[in-house]
């Protein structure tokens, strides 16, 4: 039984199903308009644990993430460099396909974006319209009305007493205090250069709430199970995203809604405006591994503040080095009862609201008990627990990724000198590939390599 919390009834409630046995899963894409930093990956790595947990305990998954490539900073980008918005988005598209890759993260199903449906998010402002939640004020811009429905402030509980009333807020991101009608459709400005769409309402561009509510619907229907994001997509974005389902369908949106802690650089949020984040390339190119860098993103549990540190890098490396020895010991056949005992810790934890900390620690007493019993018979729990996790080298060539460039050269090279039984070059190799801290070792199979210790 998979157990999580739910932000919407602040309670942890079983995950199962609402239909058969998939569960539908929508998660809040990334802003197209630079490299995603490391706190945008750490939503997206808790997210990554979410489905892998989803499909341990046997349920199958639909997941859509969707790509906002328009909105205030696409534009504002691609005008800059005078570009078309196309052009603009399509580069970091691909750069975050190519760090999903890098950190192990399992492709969603569908990965919708935004501009391919512009006709969906038209006909659902215009529902709201024809309800007369939404209304064209003078600007040409849409709004949506929030004292028209009623359940508006039940995600993040907003006490509307307190309110300002009257507001409007044409900015896609605004907090508590400012509580008011938010756009759904925003009139073309000059500003916006040559991006912008025919509409009932006139040419003018989606907001990026109503991005979200028209593709969830389209590709996972009008109730679906669960929706997640970092924990600043709470509010207004996905209050907003429950505002203009519900009020159009009348039916409930999302059963279960899930949040992600932020990831922090001394004690502040790791943001773009901030100017105190690291892309996933800045830490790639200082020599750390996509496997390290994922280990430290999930390493701490998703509800609560991660600060993000060097330091936390370095005992990633020694603790993935500790795990690589004894898995290389590991072999098939029955596990050990011990071992059985660990993995249904590691079952329990996961299913206790995603608790990383204690299936991190179950995996830890696997190994060091195995390092003392002797590993056989557990290569299947250590491969059980990867299911989840995704930061465990079991096959070679999975290892020559973390091999050096250099290292590797000189062990093709080796290759070819033993090949053409040059000893004396091979041997040579062998001590130019130590001094490195490589192990090369010889067998019936060839070459293979070991970090020294
Ligand atoms: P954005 O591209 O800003 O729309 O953000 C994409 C995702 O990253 C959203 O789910 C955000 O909530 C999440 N996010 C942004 N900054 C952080 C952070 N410092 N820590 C964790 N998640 C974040
Ligand atoms: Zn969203």
Redesign the pocket.
């Known amino acids: 039984m998979m157990n999580v919390y739910n932000s919407l009834t602040r309670r942890v409630e079983e995950l199962k199903p609402l239909e058969g046995n998939e569960i539908r899963l929508y998660t ?1 894409g ?2 197209v308009y630079n490299f995603a930093h490391i ?2 990956f ?2 997206y790595a808790f997210e990554d644990i979410l489905r892998r947990v989803i499909q341990f305990n046997g349920m199958k998954i639909r997941q859509v993430m969707n790509l ?1 490539d328009v909105d205030d900073k696409t534009i504002r980008g691609a005008n800059a460099a005078g570009v078309a918005l196309t052009d603009y988005t399509k580069t970091y598209k691909d750069a975050f396909f190519a760090d999903l890759k890098k950190l192990n993260i399992q492709p969603a199903e569908v990965y919708p974006a935004a501009t391919d449906h512009i006709p969906e998010m038209i006909a659902l402002v215009q529902k709201l319209m024809d309800k007369g939640v939404a209304y064209q004020s003078e600007d040409g811009s849409v709004y949506f009305k929030v004292r028209e429905f009623p359940g508006y402030g039940k995600l993040a509980h907003i006490d509307f007493d307190n309110q300002r009333t009257g507001l409007r807020c044409a900015a896609d991101e605004y907090d508590k205090e400012n509580v008011g009608d938010f756009a759904l459709w925003k009139a073309w400005e000059e500003s916006d250069g040559p991006v912008g769409w025919d509409s009932p309402w006139g040419r003018g561009r989606p907001g990026w709430h109503i991005e979200c509510s028209a593709m969830s619907m389209k590709y996972l229907g009008e109730t679906f199970d669960l929706h997640t ?2 924990i ?2 709470l509010f207004p974005h996905h209050e907003n995203e429950i505002a203009q389902a519900e009020a159009a369908t009348g039916k409930e949106f999302v059963r279960t809604w899930m949040h ?1 802690a ?2 922090r650089v001394n004690g502040e ?3 773009k405006s901030a100017g105190n984040f690291f892309t996933l390339r800045d830490l790639l190119e200082k020599g750390y591994t996509g496997r390290e860098i994922r280990y430290v993103l999930i390493n701490a549990h998703y509800r609560t503040g991660l600060n993000f540190a060097f330091t936390a890098l370095e005992d990633a490396r020694k603790a993935l080095d500790k795990i690589d020895r004894c898995v290389a010991q590991a072999t098939d056949g029955e596990a050990p009862e011990w071992a059985t005992k660990h993995l249904q810790d590691f079952a329990d934890a996961v299913n206790d609201d995603l608790n990383l900390p204690r299936a991190f620690a179950a995996l830890f007493e696997l190994v060091r008990d195995a390092n003392g019993k002797g590993a056989a018979g557990t290569l299947g729990v250590f491969k059980r627990m990867d299911e989840v996790l995704g930061v465990i080298f079991f096959e070679n060539e999975k290892k020559e990724e973390a091999i050096p460039a250099e290292v590797k050269a000189l062990l093709d090279a080796r290759a070819e000198a033993r090949k053409s039984k040059n000893w004396a070059e091979s041997d040579r190799l062998r001590d130019e590939i130590a001094a490195l801290g490589w192990t090369v070792k010889d067998s019936r199979d060839g070459q293979s390599l070991e970090k020294k210790g």
């Open positions: 809040c990334p802003t706190g945008n750490r939503a906002t994001g970092g600043d997509n992600c932020h990831l949020k790791m943001s």
